[in-house]
DNA sequence: CGCAGCCTTGACCATTATCAACGCTGGTGG
DNA sequence: CCACCAGCGTTGATAATGGTCAAGGCTGCG
């Protein structure tokens, strides 16, 4: 909520990355934009740092504000009227955060761990977006990107089991590790067990007797409560439906 | 498979809507062209006739077609390798089919009725792409509610009950009707119960007990197996969890 | 060191899936 | 024109997956 923000600490020189302390410029969006692009997005952008548990979007509110989340991490959700809640995706840096925004926000967004994200005023956006048609082109790409994780998220939830919803889980984060350049064998968990849980539609004690058995498997051992590695790829991608869908031993 | 297709019925003298038998040009993305724009629009498209069952797209395909449905309906659909499905949306016409698309498909789509579409070659599309930014715009638009769609949908599948899917999705087809001018009490239902089912993440079974109760309740009233209407609009939004999210009387 | 919050595990339960039988409906061929 | 058949839909009985409730353990911070 009380976001501290410094006003164009996004200013950029002209060589480096937008938003000064923006260090994803080459996962983001900004990526498509030559350095005059840059120096312009720059100057109608905030740089915002954020807190944990702290509020980005607040969903019903009106959507003045769009964000490219350049450190730590979101989660973004929505809720039915007695609590219940769906999270519909985690964001790392790079993500862009309000594609899926009309004038009002249909999700709420909150920082998993404390972050920075650049921050634009939405109006000003769309008309950059019409100077910049690149970055549009870029933007219906990541649309069509989202579209396509959402489906397999809408697979997961409507016809998955509660292992392979985990296991689809897991082989996410390593994949998305892999395409960051690390191994994929050791995967970070900032969020808490009712987090995971809310995501894959099961409960907290679900997703923690699954983990339990994935690990007496020894398909995964786990580091410590946020981080696990990855003992058996094969079977891991093989229980979430990737390959054969009977990972049954 | 064997689509009739009539190339280059799509020829357009100007005034007439795209696609010559294309009615839904208001629908459409096509509907942020210039007439210029729609004659070139129609030298690079297809008109496509398709019969119930056909299919218009398989997963895992090269994403060769992009599709702007035009007359019937379409499902489109991921498989699990056992078998298991899970429809992501059913297309009416107006509807883009392609846009959550990379280099392959990711989803198969069939007809559910006869019916019709405008077929683009992705290449061509492209190009034409960045000659109308308006048509870049008018997508990414689409491509922003169709994201809020699937959020929506990966909600239901997550955290809501059977009666709450069921409810959500009929007020969903109401909704839609209104749209589109009509009356929202008279639901058509071109889908089979199985169809529904696989959208919504349950079983047929379920689907027709969940209808029953529904019935017994007189929320609604089935006028045949594929059209029902609505007698209690407001007891089904709240059974769909937009209200209160707790309709047991 | 103690407390609070998160995680794990266990016992039991509910919702929904599965299996099965039957009814309806629409199309086809005798 | 009627009867049959196939496919879809409905309903019932039973079972299983995952949810709920509850207790206890771990961990990290004050």
Avoid: W
């Avoid at 109006?123 to 990541?142: G, H, I, N, S």
């Avoid at 350049?181 to 050791?186: A, N, S, T, Y």
């Avoid at 007797?209 to 051992?221: D, H, N, Q």
């Avoid at 580091?223 to 058996?232: A, N, P, V």
Wanted: neutral net charge.
């Amino acid at each position: 909520m009380t976001a501290k923000i410094e006003a164009l600490a996004c200013a950029v020189d002209g060589r480096l990355d937008p938003c000064g302390l923006c260090t994803a410029r080459h996962l983001s969006v900004c990526s498509v934009l030559a350095d005059d692009g840059l120096r312009r997005l720059s100057a109608i952008s905030d740089h915002q740092i954020f807190t944990t548990g702290e509020i980005l979007v607040r969903e019903g509110d009106p959507a003045t504000n769009l964000f490219n989340i350049t450190a730590g991490s979101v989660r973004v959700y929505k809720l039915l009227p007695d609590g219940r809640r769906q999270i519909v995706g985690f964001l790392f840096p790079g993500d862009f955060l309000g594609l899926a925004t009309g004038d009002r926000y249909a999700f709420s967004a909150e920082a998993l761990t404390g972050g920075s994200a650049c921050r634009f005023l939405k109006k000003t956006y769309r008309r950059m977006l019409a100077e910049q048609p690149d970055l549009e082109a870029a933007l219906l790409d990541r649309a069509s990107h989202e579209l396509q994780a959402a489906h397999n998220q809408m697979l997961l939830l409507g016809r998955k089991t509660a292992v392979e919803r985990l296991a689809s889980f897991l082989a996410d984060l390593a994949a998305r590790d892999r395409r960051a350049g690390g191994p994929g064998r050791v995967i970070q968990l900032p969020m808490t067990r009712a987090e995971i849980a809310d995501y894959l539609g099961l409960t907290t004690e679900t997703v923690s007797r699954v983990t339990s058995r994935l690990k007496t498997r020894g398909v995964i051992r786990l580091l410590s409560l946020h981080s696990l590695s990855i003992e058996k790829p094969a079977e891991l991608s093989e229980l979430a439906g990737l390959d054969a869908g009977d990972g049954d031993a």
